[in-house]
Nanobody, 125 residues
Framework: VQLVESGGGLVQAGESLRLSCKASGFTFDEYTVGWFRQAPGKEREGISCTNTRDGLIYYSDSVKGRFTISTDGAKTTAFLDMDTLKPEDTAIYYC???????????????????WGQGTQVTVSS
């Protein structure tokens, strides 16, 4: 099981970015996928997750209405579309996958066993 993120970068406030998370060794119809971020000096927080088997999606209050989680048709790549970015969105962004067979998805770090390496997102004001 391997996850590789891409798509981070430096943008100005108000702009958009799309993060990608490529899965190897499994597909996202077998595993739930979550997006997390960690800003300097802060704990890693769960910002979105989805379970493609039941279609349930979670967004944290901090990103709701601005970020969108999705997967491709083959369920091998997950995306996080980030619009109207703010300086406080600056962080390292991680995707994670969990072999959860129940309903919904988790947004706590302890609920995931498989993590990508992270990609830096920096939003300037």
């Amino acid at each position: 099981v391997q996850l590789v993120e891409s798509g981070g970068g430096l943008v100005q406030a108000g702009e958009s970015l799309r993060l990608s998370c490529k899965a190897s060794g499994f597909t996202f119809d077998e595993y739930t996928v979550g997006w997390f971020r960690q800003a300097p000096g802060k704990e890693r927080e769960g910002i979105s997750c989805t379970n493609t088997r039941d279609g349930l999606i979670y967004y944290s209050d901090s990103v709701k209405g601005r970020f969108t989680i999705s997967t491709d048709g083959a369920k091998t790549t997950a995306f996080l579309d980030m619009d109207t970015l703010k300086p406080e969105d600056t962080a390292i962004y991680y995707c994670a996958a969990d072999n959860w067979k129940g309903v919904g998805c988790g947004h706590q770090t302890y609920e995931y066993d498989n993590w990508g390496q992270g990609t830096q997102v920096t939003v300037s004001s």
